[in-house]
């Protein structure tokens, strides 16, 4: 039930509550793990940068440079804005902590909020939030790119993300190799066409016409399907880069589908691109983009250096484990102590302060209640045991341990409680 309130949260901004943070945490938690087993380290950064950092790195022309960022003035009069990504940022900390002299690649990950004015839909906010990963340095092996790749997809099998389908494209070699060639050829077969595109796509012939690609719009996807075909023009060696990059993601057993018209949003990208969906999402499907940006720590200053990541968006992936059944939460509190006089309240404080230093979650109501009333509050905050303590049972020294789900009683001492609770711990 929500309630009209004199301040709200911002379009597109909103708030996440218990019991749903628990399936947050637990993925985060999740997501370490599994990275710390690739040899990942956590970076943790601003979240606010110069905004001629994202010009740079995304690129002044983007969708989320030019339209999306949240830019303001600070006192000093430079202009800053909140990250809309974490790829620049890393890059960025990168050079600036000098982490070319640690042993290569530096593997980083990162979560936290990314900001994006976009127009808030199912899977679209703001404010939302990203898993993030960054290899960067060392050799640009295809082994690494498939690497990331089986990273990610071991990470979604833990966490029973279901129905995810991994597509995968190589967009060639930036600068003067075999994209700049592409996109002209891709530019005059645009051309031809122009009259038949939409508005956005007629500016985007000059300013970024690789982004026309992504064009979801109905009228446009037949004459999509007429342009030619990045792969049918890749240079020899990324040619052989992407056929390397395949063989290396089956030696790994990870099942991809090639998508010539992935070519994301952001223009630091090279050779190898990849974007996976998941079930339940809708128009807003893809659950994480990625892939390869060897030109960028030294577009922004650094060393030439090699680079690949991703990032996950973790709304998108909250909502798709919703969707799918699969955000079991656990229980609201392992017990609950229903307690009536003045010797069982202080044997109930007792009590709360050893089941919760044994791991425990308890609930240990402030003021006396009826055990029935108590009983009923037990079963509203989904409590898996009561603890009963009267005066009969602090004078025996056990305790009543009643299973709220079937209804059982038993008396235990406190040494047994523990156990036995511990033994039934929601997890
Ligand atoms: P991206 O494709 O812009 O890539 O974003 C990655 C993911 O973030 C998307 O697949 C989506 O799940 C989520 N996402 C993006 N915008 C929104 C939004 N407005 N609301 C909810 N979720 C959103 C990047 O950000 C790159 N930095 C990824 C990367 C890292 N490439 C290399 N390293």
Request: net charge neutral; hydrophobic share 35%; proline share 4%.
């Amino acid at each position: 039930m929500t309630t009209k309130s004199k301040f709200q949260a911002i379009k597109g901004t909103r708030d996440l509550l218990p019991p749903e943070t628990a399936l947050w945490n637990r993925v985060e938690q999740i997501a370490r793990e599994v990275f710390a087993t690739f040899g990942f380290g956590e970076i943790r950064m601003p979240i606010f940068e110069p905004t001629e950092l994202f010009a740079r790195a995304v690129g002044a022309d983007t969708d989320v440079v030019s339209k999306e960022m949240y830019s303001f003035d600070d006192r000093d009069e430079t202009s800053i804005s909140l990250r809309p990504e974490a790829t620049a940022s890393v890059c960025r900390a990168y050079i600036e902590n000098g982490m070319q002299q640690l042993p290569q690649p530096v593997k980083l990950y990162y979560t936290g909020p990314m900001f994006r004015r976009e127009r808030p839909q199912k899977g679209r906010y703001r404010q939302f939030y990203q898993i993030g990963a960054e290899v960067l340095g060392g050799s640009d092996a295809p082994a690494i790119d498939a690497e990331v790749i089986q990273m990610l997809m071991t990470f979604f099998d833990k966490i029973n993300l279901a129905g995810t389908r991994l597509y995968i494209n190589s967009i060639g070699h930036s600068a003067d190799n075999c994209r700049r060639a592409y996109v002209e050829k891709l530019r005059a077969a645009l051309q031809n066409v122009k009259d038949n595109l939409g508005a956005d796509s007629q500016r985007r012939i000059d300013t970024n016409p690789l982004r026309l690609l992504d064009s979801k719009l109905e009228s446009e996807q037949a004459i999509i399907e007429t342009l030619p075909h990045i792969s049918d023009h890749l240079c020899d060696d990324c040619r052989a880069n992407y056929a390397a990059v395949k063989s290396e993601l089956e030696l790994r057993g990870v099942i991809y589908k090639e998508n010539w018209r992935l070519v994301r949003g952001l223009d630091y990208y090279m050779r190898t691109t990849f974007e996976i969906t998941a079930q339940g999402l809708g128009s807003q499907n893809a659950v994480c983009g990625g892939g390869r940006y060897d030109g960028l720590v030294e577009l922004l200053g650094g060393p030439p250096t090699k680079g690949i990541g991703f990032a996950i968006g973790e709304d998108r992936l909250i909502l798709s484990l919703q969707e799918g059944g699969n955000a079991s939460l656990p229980q609201g509190r392992d017990v609950y102590i229903a307690w009536m006089g003045q010797r069982p309240y202080a044997a109930a404080v007792r009590a709360a302060k050893n089941l919760r230093k044994a791991g425990l979650s308890v609930e240990l109501p402030p003021c006396e209640l009826k055990f029935s009333k108590a009983l009923g509050q037990a079963d509203k905050i989904g409590a898996k045991f009561a603890l009963i303590l009267g005066d009969n049972d602090v004078a025996e020294g056990l305790s009543t341990l009643k299973n709220l789900a079937d209804g059982t009683q038993q008396k235990l001492s406190e040494p047994d409680l523990i156990a036995f609770l511990q033994q039934n711990q929601s997890k």
